[in-house]
């Protein structure tokens, strides 16, 4: 995978270099490249706007998204990361899913400098009203915040998630029950992807950059 992390920070390859997407910090470095000296822009991931970039830096090993992968992408919203995935795949494709409409016009807007990413406005609840439009993917990456989080993840891996392919959910512990322990939640959604055949591969919690977040790598595979 394509990241680079120094120090603490983490960046990507821009695939369309001199244009920022949320405001992140571009930086250039020079490289060789068949004998030739040229200039490559990076730019910064803010794990505390995203949090694939969070549990990349907490420790994530697991995860490789290759230059050439397809990925379904659900809980888009304006496409911080999405943007971070279209530098890595940029041999590949991101089905970016989103239900607001006006989260949407901005997402769309960034599809326009980066042909790797299709927007689909549409209900992650519902992925069969996607089916006609989605390929069957190499990565799945779940980030909507909403209490059947879990059970809208499952379906839609079941749908496009190549057989022994990862995905990844962010669980946003207060979205399941403000009222319980964090820790109960973590391991009562852990509980239901492992009852259906999912393999956790590796837990990584996400503080310092979110709060009573946990990432949780899984696969789903023939065992
Ligand atoms: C926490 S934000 C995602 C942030 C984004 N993943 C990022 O890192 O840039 C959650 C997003 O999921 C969207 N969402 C929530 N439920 C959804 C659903 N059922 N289908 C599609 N999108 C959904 C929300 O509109 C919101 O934009």
Same mark, same amino acid.
């Given at each position: 995978?394509?990241?680079?992390?120094?120090?603490?920070?983490?960046?990507?390859?821009?695939? %369309?270099? #001199?244009?920022? =997407?949320?405001?992140?910090?571009? /930086?250039?470095? &020079?490289?060789? *490249?068949?004998?030739? !000296?040229?200039?490559?822009?990076?730019?910064?991931?803010?794990?505390?706007?995203?949090?694939?970039?969070?549990?990349?830096?907490?420790?994530?090993?697991?995860?490789?998204?290759?230059?050439?992968?397809?990925?379904?992408?659900?809980?888009? %919203?304006? #496409?911080?990361? =999405?943007?971070?995935?279209?530098? /890595?795949?940029? &041999?590949?494709? *991101?089905?970016?899913? !989103?239900?607001?409409?006006?989260?949407?016009?901005?997402?769309?807007?960034?599809?326009?400098?980066?042909?790797?990413?299709?927007?689909?406005?549409?209900?992650?609840?519902?992925?069969?009203?996607?089916?006609?439009?989605?390929?069957?993917?190499?990565?799945?990456?779940?980030?909507?915040?909403?209490?059947?989080?879990?059970?809208?993840?499952?379906?839609?891996?079941?749908?496009?998630?190549?057989?022994?392919?990862?995905?990844?959910?962010?669980?946003?512990?207060?979205?399941?029950?403000?009222?319980?322990?964090?820790?109960?939640?973590?391991?009562?959604?852990?509980?239901?992807?492992?009852?259906?055949?999912?393999?956790?591969?590796?837990?990584?919690?996400?503080?310092?950059?979110?709060?009573?977040?946990?990432?949780?790598?899984?696969?789903?595979?023939?065992?």
């Amino acid at each position: 995978m394509e990241i680079y992390i120094k120090e603490g920070q983490i960046a990507t390859k821009n695939l %369309s270099p #001199g244009l920022k =997407v949320y405001g992140e910090e571009l /930086i250039t470095e &020079n490289m060789v *490249i068949n004998d030739e !000296e040229v200039e490559v822009e990076y730019r910064l991931w803010n794990p505390y706007r995203s949090k694939l970039a969070g549990a990349l830096l907490n420790g994530m090993s697991k995860l490789n998204i290759k230059n050439d992968y397809k990925v379904l992408y659900l809980g888009a %919203s304006t #496409g911080t990361t =999405v943007s971070h995935i279209s530098d /890595i795949v940029y &041999n590949g494709l *991101i089905y970016a899913v !989103e239900f607001s409409p006006v989260t949407m016009r901005k997402l769309t807007r960034l599809a326009d400098n980066r042909p790797n990413i299709a927007p689909i406005l549409s209900n992650a609840n519902k992925p069969k009203n996607y089916l006609n439009l989605v390929e069957k993917v190499d990565f799945l990456y779940c980030d909507v915040a909403q209490p059947n989080q879990s059970e809208l993840f499952m379906d839609n891996v079941n749908l496009f998630l190549k057989e022994e392919a990862k995905g990844l959910i962010t669980i946003k512990a207060r979205s399941i029950d403000v009222s319980k322990n964090p820790k109960k939640v973590f391991k009562e959604e852990e509980k239901k992807l492992v009852s259906e055949g999912f393999r956790i591969l590796e837990r990584i919690k996400l503080e310092p950059y979110e709060k009573d977040h946990l990432g949780l790598l899984v696969e789903k595979g023939l065992y």
